[in-house]
């Protein structure tokens, strides 16, 4: 069976995707999900990249190595993230960004 | 015999034991003043008797001397030089120093600055003994200032209180302007023959230039007069009583007053190239000698009347210096000093029976302490000038020579200070021994006053008729007097003591004068106002001239001062006030600006990381909207 992959839905997903990120990263309290609002983000336009590479451009594996290099970048800022949470519950015991307000002028 | 020299030495080594020592030892060892005294009184009178009655008074006996410094090509000689002259008065001066210290150890037993009273009198005295000893002038003057210093520190012993202390002060100052005129001469006479050597100096005063002569003589001349109490630098002595009385005995006899006349007769070669210099000494000598005993006659304190007879007697010696006569002015100054230290003595005694010194509270005492009255009275007619007393032949030599001098005048004047002096004689004695006694607790001396006293009462007895034998080796002939001239001065002294009975028995006393004739005796009262000739002229004008400097200093220059000050002052606070408003407001608002406006941005920073991110994204939707409109722009264009 051949499977049909419409452009323009896998744009909107892309774009939902991507919204649904920018609210959760702008509305969560707490600070993974905040970091997990963040990943959606990134997926999202890693949605675009390789819909775009299949349907635009004549190279289609460039956009193959681009997605591969961005979710190595995308794995690397999900620790780093994580562990700047840890460090941030050790010291105030929290993981609720509100309560963190020390460099409030 | 050259341990003559030893002779000042002896007390001056006494002074440098006592002076360094605490009060406690020195208080302790108040004898070593008259034992040091007494050797060298021993020592003097050997030597006496050893050249007694060889030599000649140009000759000296013996001479020492050693260079003490060195100016150039010329050196600085100190040089002793015991001649008939020196020897004379060193026995006198350690014989009457000797009585001093004796009777003081009973006078001062009670004080507790003994100690240095006795340090200071041995000073006095090798100071005095120096001067008298030594062949040079330089060591003349130091001797002499050195006097001026203890006379100070004695007549100033007592000063804690006010009346010692102004005369301390009154004396020295004196004494020191006399002083100038002996630094003049010293002065002069250097440039005159390139020394200070007595012996070179008399040598070749014959042909010093005549300008020189009277300029030495002159400012000798005032240094006596200074040291001796002549007109018109005689005011520091009659308050010189303030002092203790074995003090004054030795100030008024043996020490200082005798330095000036003995200076004199040191220098006489030089004095006589100028007849003006001895005219000058003869007048002044003899106006003097009446003026000291016409205020002795109407003094009533009882030292105060020894002052002013000291004051006419030395007069009677610097005129006996201006007509030359050397001889009777050496040998009334050595009776005279015996006869007045017994007097002061005795007058000590008399002083510390009664408790007072004025003769009018005293009388009657001659039941009370025959002795020390039979002492006093042998002084009294010595100085009276009665036969055989030793002070009617030394005054007796001094008006013969007068007369030799062809100065009628001057012998008239004499023989009237001579009626003056046994007039207030006799008015004293009789006040002070006679009459009703007002002190019933009134006591004989001690031994101590008596023995001392006594000593210098036999000198003054054996002296006078026996001058001719003992003077008689000064090279110069002191002649007894003749009868007409024993007659007339007997006569006069007479007069004067009859009058003085007479003044006694009809009660004329100072207010009696003071109601007859109120001026006079106002100006009697003020010592003929020789004080108050000073307090105007030197002591008014001195003061006027510190209190014009002193509001010239106020004035002008505390003025600039403080006007600089002020000035100062002001600009200060007017920096002060531009630094306070100009700089610091500016600085200040400038701050207040900064503050205010970060007030207004700090808000932003919330610290809360949701609000960034929202911020973030309003930004980049903003940068968006931004980008389409420009591209929209663009493209309608």
Known sequence: MQLTVNFSAVILLAVALFCVGLYGALARKSAIGILMSLEMMSMAVTINLITLGRFVSPHPLDSWFFTVFLMVISAAEVGLGLALTIALYRRSHTSEVDEVDELKG | MTWLFFIPAFPALGFLALAFLPRVWRNRLVYLGPVLVGVSAVVAVMGFLHYYPGGEVSHPFLTYSWALARMGSTQLLISFKIDSLAILMLAMVSIVGLCVQIYSLFYMKDDERRGWYFCVLLLFTAAMLALVASGNLLLMFAAWELMGVCSYLLIGFWYTKEEPRRASIKAFLVTRAGDVGFFIALAVIYGACGSFELSTILRTAPSWPAASV???????LWAAAGKSAQLPLSVWLPDAMAGPTPASAIIHAATMVAAGIFVLARMMPVLAQSALVLHIALWVGIITAIFGALLAVFQT????ILAFSTISQLGLMFAALGI????AAIFHLITHAFFKSLLFLAAGSIIHATGTQDIRKMGGLVRRMPIISLIFTVGALSLAGVVPLSGFFSKDAIFESFLVAHQPVVFALGLLMAALTALYVAKTWLTVFFGDAHNTEAH?????EIIPTGLLAVFTLLLGFTAKSWLGYLDVHVEMPTIPMATISTGVMIVGAAAGFFLYLRHIDNDWFAARSPRLMKALDARLY?????????????????????SLDRTVIDGVVNAAATSYR???AFAWRADAHGIDGAVNTLAATVRHASTLTRKVETGHVRAYQRFTVGAVILLIIVLFAVLILKGAM
């Open chain 2, 570 to 572: 002001r600009l200060t």
């Open chain 2, 324 to 327: 030359g006569s050397i001889d």
């Open chain 2, 301 to 304: 304190d009882i030292k105060r």
């Open chain 2, 444 to 448: 004989e001396g001690a031994l101590l």
């Open chain 2, 530 to 550: 020789t004080d108050a000739f000073y307090e105007k002229v030197i002591v008014g004008p001195y003061f006027g001239l510190s209190n014009l400097f002193w």
């Open chain 2, 214 to 220: 009277v300029t030495v003589g002159i400012c000798l």
